[in-house]
Structures are given as structure tokens and as C-alpha cells.
């Protein structure tokens, strides 16, 4: 079993910053590519970032230069350092994150999502 937790989400307003975590949890043995996904109400579910298993990262072009992805693999952990925040990155933010598991292979999981609220 894997479970990915998310955690540091909150109401911050225009322009200030915000860090949100997601930790991996449970039996697996490697995990690849880590992102961040966001959706708000009324909107598809949108790729944010993405960071590789070899630290390579991607964004999406309404967040580059003001949010950053990071990861810690002694902790299973994926962070996205938030900056300039504006009220139209108000959404519920997801983690996923590819997991090789013995028996199961490489697949995507998701975590339940933060609610992050900029407000003006």
C-alpha cells in the first residue's frame, strides 16, 4: 500500500508565498517523477510542475519563475516553494508521483489535495 499526504496549504493573500509538502508512504521500493497538479473550481485539472527522478523540472508557463519544485529522497518527499502568489492560483493542489512497487511495477499515484486560497 502507498499513500501520498499533502500538507501546507492555507489562505495567504496577493503576493505573499507558500509552501506546500507531499510525502510518499507505505511499501515501495522506488519512485520516479514527482509533480504538482492544481485544479480550481470549474476547470480541468492542470499540470503545475514536474520534477524527474534525476532532479530535472518542468513547469507550467503561468507559475514559471515565481513557484519552484523540489524534492528530498531520504524523506520521499516532494515540496513546491510558492511565491507572488495571485488570486487565479487559487485551486485544490495535488501531488502524484510514480511508484515502483515489487509485484505491481511503476505507476501513478495521487494525493487527496490541499486547498491553497490567494486572496486580493
Known amino acids: 500500500q502507498v499513500q501520498l499526504v499533502e500538507s501546507g496549504g492555507g489562505l495567504v493573500q496577493a503576493g505573499g508565498s507558500l509552501r506546500l509538502s507531499c510525502a510518499a508512504s507505505g511499501t515501495f521500493v522506488s519512485i520516479d517523477a514527482m509533480s504538482w497538479y492544481r485544479q480550481a473550481p470549474g476547470k480541468q485539472r492542470e499540470l503545475v510542475a514536474t520534477?524527474?527522478?534525476?532532479?530535472?523540472?518542468h513547469y507550467a508557463d503561468s507559475v514559471k519563475g515565481r513557484f519552484t519544485i523540489s524534492r528530498d529522497n531520504t524523506k520521499n518527499t516532494v515540496y513546491v516553494q510558492m511565491h507572488s502568489l495571485k488570486p487565479e492560483d487559487t485551486a485544490v493542489y495535488y501531488c502524484?508521483?510514480?511508484?515502483?512497487?515489487?509485484?505491481?511495477?511503476?505507476?501513478?499515484?495521487w494525493g487527496q489535495g490541499t486547498q491553497v486560497t490567494v486572496s486580493s
Open positions: 520534477i524527474t527522478g534525476g532532479g530535472t523540472t
Open positions: 502524484n508521483a510514480y511508484i515502483f512497487r515489487l509485484g505491481l511495477g511503476l505507476r501513478a499515484y
